[in-house]
């Protein structure tokens, strides 16, 4: 028998997930030896992706919404990358690299996974085996933050060369990608972050402009940052962010729906108050998930397209690894509260 | 000399318009025999229109937004019906009927209208010489309101057969034709409206659900009168209506952006707290302004269409017509105030 501490989501926490109580570790075992029934395969976790989503799924279960809730006191769920131990599928080869996806890799050392979740759910990437690139790109860059930011982009932003792209959670899993694509597609970009270096790391990146939104004066700094007004605003965020995008949007801007992490965590959604500009601005304010099939249909070309210009120089990735599975809860929390600085990793184990 | 009674707008009220102060009417005197320049054109002005947008519009002049700001102190301007009394212009006979478009017709009795002016906002329309229309439709269902029901619904809808509708300000210029396109292309069609009398008339006029959203709880009803959810809200009103609606949206519903009615006569504008269903529930919320080029080019089409189905009796059209251009200013501020039923025309003269 094999130790396998597992992460476990216990029951929906009422404002941020408390480390050791909501999501906490546990430990348990696995018998590595044990053979295989038809079709399951035998997973040794490497990297798990800490993504704000999972925020959402931490709720009653009878709420509905995109992404099922999480049910209580179980394994933890997310994207993940492993390496086959121990097959009985044909998909799968002993020493495949695979991904977990569509946040449903599970969050434990081991993984005995039956045969019909692992043909849904897991997918063999083998690339990083030849392109040498980490295996955390996978759920990071090349994986599903970075194919939220090339689709919500692309399909919800309409960029047109010349034109002012605003982006917030910059330096994140999804914005620092966001800003990259938008200069490659010749936009002006600008962008928001809660600390100095990650602003002093958005203008490494060639972003036209930066801010720290906590200790700048927003509408002041967009006014500055933004002289010719907004025609894109890749939301992150939500809340007073997208109330002052709203203010400095162009008419016929785009409003893209990715993420509002700073409602996340609160019962006391903020009222946004300037809706009227949607109107008079004719603006459009487009929400999606990139999990959705016909956004998932981009994934094969965008993994292609994003690799070559990793391997180019031409797009940067930061990521926060941090080693050990015990502090998956509180990289957990760390997303919510802006530790992390570029993609949040947990570094299971080494190949 | 002749009497020329003109619709005064002197200054920005703070809330809703104050008759007879920041509007109000005012006598002049016109010579009706002097001769015309080159170009111009002398109108006796017939029917005028009350549209909601012409609030926007009294504001202080160095707040841009799509539609210019009235001067202080001038004649108001709106949609209007008026007949040529004398013309020096190839494009206008003596005896036409023309329209004063995209709210730039005057406000009062006669007007002397120079000619590019008149080559810019004042168009031909002697339809209802033949077909036997009263006047005001053509600032009415046929006019700017019916055109931005058509385009909205249509464009900015993608309506579905077997969707779910809803509307709001349901029985009035807009939102009246609004629901009943939505019957013509099957949809199951939902509205409010702030009257049992208006809420009466919905329902004669085919809607599947209709209510009063000043006695009613807007979430019950719409829980009772959408059972499927909604596909498509046709969003006139702004504010708490528009939080409801976005309760009760489907995924991937469309938000059209018409008008925020509450809104207009506060600067106390209401936060919406529940965008982030725009995101997990993928909504599209679409502002447009019917004036823009691109949707005033549906014009012709829509007239064309629209007359037909008002002639076959498919579609039916509700008016509040009070006589006499002096009840203008109480007209204006009858429309926020509710107390219009169905379009609101003032009638200045007969033929
Ligand atoms: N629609 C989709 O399919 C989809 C897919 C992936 C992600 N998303 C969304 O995209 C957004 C970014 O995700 P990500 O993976 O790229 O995360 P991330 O940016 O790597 O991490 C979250 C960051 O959000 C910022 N943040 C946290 N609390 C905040 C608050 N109260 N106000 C403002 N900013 C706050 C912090 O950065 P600062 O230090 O800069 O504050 C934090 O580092 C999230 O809203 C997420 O839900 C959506
Ligand atoms: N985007 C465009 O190009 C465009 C073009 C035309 C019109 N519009 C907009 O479309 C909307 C409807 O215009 P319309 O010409 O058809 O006007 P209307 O519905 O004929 O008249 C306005 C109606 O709005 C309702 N209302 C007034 N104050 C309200 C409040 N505080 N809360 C909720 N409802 C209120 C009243 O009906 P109840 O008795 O039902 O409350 C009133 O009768 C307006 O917002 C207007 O600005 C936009």
Chains 1, 2 share one sequence.
């Not at 809860?329 to 530790?339: E, H, I, N, W, Y």
Request: charged residues 20%; glycine residues 10%.
């Amino acid at each position: 028998m094999s130790l396998n501490t597992q992460v476990i989501y216990t029951k929906p926490p009422t404002g941020f997930p408390v480390v050791g109580e909501t999501v906490k570790t546990s430990k348990s075992t696995i018998d590595l030896d044990a053979p295989l029934q038809k079709g399951d395969i035998l997973l040794k976790n490497l990297v798990l992706s800490i993504d704000p989503y999972i925020r959402g799924c931490m709720r009653d279960p009878a709420i509905a919404s995109y992404a099922p809730a999480f049910e209580y006191n179980s394994v933890l769920a997310g994207d993940t990358v492993a390496v086959v131990l121990k097959s009985d599928n044909p998909k799968f080869n002993q020493g495949d690299l695979v991904c977990g996806r569509t946040g449903l890799g599970y969050f434990e050392e081991y993984s005995h996974v039956k045969g019909t979740y692992a043909d849904s759910n897991y997918v063999v990437r083998n690339d990083s085996k030849t392109n040498g690139l980490p295996l955390s790109y996978y759920v990071g860059i090349l994986g599903m933050p970075g194919l939220t930011a090339y689709v919500g982009l692309n399909k919800y932003g309409r960029p047109q060369k010349g034109e002012t792209l605003f982006v917030s959670a910059a330096s994140g899993a999804v914005g620092q990608i966001v800003g990259q694509i938008g200069k490659t597609l010749g936009l002006y970009v600008v962008g928001s972050a809660g600390s100095d270096d990650k602003v002093e790391y958005l203008k490494e990146l060639g972003f036209d402009g930066a801010f720290n939104y906590k200790t700048e004066n927003i509408d002041s700094k967009l006014t500055e940052l933004c002289p010719n007004g907004i025609d894109i605003y890749f939301d992150n965020v939500g809340g007073t962010m997208l109330e002052h995008a709203l203010d400095h949007a162009n008419n016929f801007g785009r409003i893209i729906g990715c993420g509002m992490i700073s409602q996340y965590n609160t019962q006391d959604q903020y009222g946004i108050r300037n809706l009227i500009y949607v109107v008079s601005k004719r603006l459009s304010f487009d929400g999606f998930v990139v999990l959705d099939k016909e956004n998932m249909a981009y994934e094969e070309e965008f993994i292609k397209t994003c690799t070559q210009w990793v391997l180019e120089g031409k797009v940067k990735y930061r990521e926060t690894i941090v080693d050990g599975i015990e502090n998956t809860p509180q990289a957990v929390l760390d997303v919510f509260k802006g530790r992390n600085f570029g993609k949040q990793i947990v570094n299971v184990a080494n190949l």
